[in-house]
């Protein structure tokens, strides 16, 4: 059995690259892979606790967010797709079209 800080060094490593990979690209389709790296990383850390305390309020928050993260990529890629259509483009710097 592992120990907890493990489990919490894992959880770090995927935070900070989720948090430079929204931060640093322009990409949206990075950007959005970025931020399921931040919720894993979420995850861990609750599935983690969880196991420390024996207690399973921290898994049934880490199943809602991963219903969560699948319905933002589905929505997500459903409005990259719709723009890429109308810009041929998926920057997210040119991402003005509801700009009025």
Do not use: C
Not at 11 to 18: E, N, P, Q, R
Not at 91 to 100: G, T, Y
């Amino acid at each position: 059995m592992l120990p907890i800080g493990h489990y919490l060094f894992l959880s770090m490593a995927l935070f900070l690259l989720g948090v430079i990979g929204v931060i640093t690209r322009r990409n949206v389709i990075v950007v959005l892979m970025s931020i399921e790296l931040i919720l894993n990383a979420v995850n861990i850390n609750l599935v983690a606790f969880s196991r420390l305390y024996g207690d399973v309020a921290g898994q049934v928050f880490a199943l809602f967010i991963i219903a969560d993260a699948a319905a933002e990529a589905a929505v997500g890629l459903g409005i990259i797709i719709a723009f890429f259509r109308n810009r041929e483009t998926v920057l997210a710097d040119e991402m003005d079209l509801l700009k009025w």
